[in-house]
């Protein structure tokens, strides 16, 4: 269910009270016979306070970061690691993945290398393998992420099968030249340039450990 922006009553205030005090000016002045000076002086200062006002209110609706609509993923929570990795692998990725999860708007986590799913953690999507598609392979083969803003308006989402039906966002981070981290969030365009660092941080971190598989 999308949650409601919190601040959008408080962005449009000012337009409601500038336009409200705005309005009264003008009945006042239609409503008067005789116009003193010391009125013209109190209406001309009522015109610019309210103009301000306005004027804050459209600057916060630009300015304001809305908080993108979130959604409840669709998909059982669950925890999937490969049986027969090294302990230190498996330490490895519960940390990194643990670290997603409660540090970045990220709900769902797959790690893919070497063509086999290595981890899937959070909300699970219907299908437990992964078949790259043009995207993931694109990921691989260049070596730098690729961040899906806004997963429903991109026609490869259909090649996200193994994330949950109604994820919102996409990162898919290189793993060195191996493999690929990928995470889906519930909400479009949530991931902020920090969330990325980090991401890109964590990856590079995963392809040192990950790298001494069977090397």
């Known amino acids: 269910m999308s949650k409601n922006d919190p601040n959008k009553v408080l962005r449009r205030l000012p337009i409601v009270v500038g336009g409200l005090g705005a309005t009264l000016l003008l ?6 016979p005789t116009l003193t000076v010391s009125q013209a ?60 999860l409660t540090n970045t708007v ?9 063509n086999r799913v290595l981890l899937r953690r959070g909300i699970l999507g219907p299908s437990p393998e992964v078949n790259p598609g043009a995207i993931l392979k694109r990921t691989i083969e260049k070596e730098k992420p690729i961040y899906l803003v806004d997963l ?14 109604n994820t ?8 060195g030249s191996d493999g690929v981290l990928i995470l889906g969030a519930n909400a479009p365009r949530s991931y902020t340039k920090q969330d990325e660092n980090w991401i890109t941080g964590i990856a590079n971190k995963l392809a040192v450990t990950l790298s001494e598989i069977n090397s």
């Open 152 to 165: 429903k308006v991109y026609p490869g989402r259909v090649e996200f099968d193994y994330l949950p039906p």
């Open 41 to 100: 002086r109190g209406d001309v200062l009522g015109v610019i306070l309210s103009a301000v006002l306005i004027l804050t209110g459209l600057i916060w609706q630009q300015v304001q970061p809305k908080i993108p609509d979130a959604v409840e993923l669709t998909g059982d929570e669950g925890f999937e690691l490969q049986e027969d990795l090294p302990e230190i692998v498996k330490t490895e990725l519960a940390w990194a993945s643990h670290l997603l």
């Open 106 to 114: 990220t709900c769902s986590i797959v790690v893919f290398y070497r």
């Open 168 to 175: 919102q966002g996409v990162i898919c981070q290189p793993i």
């Open 27 to 32: 009945i006042n002045r239609l409503y008067t």
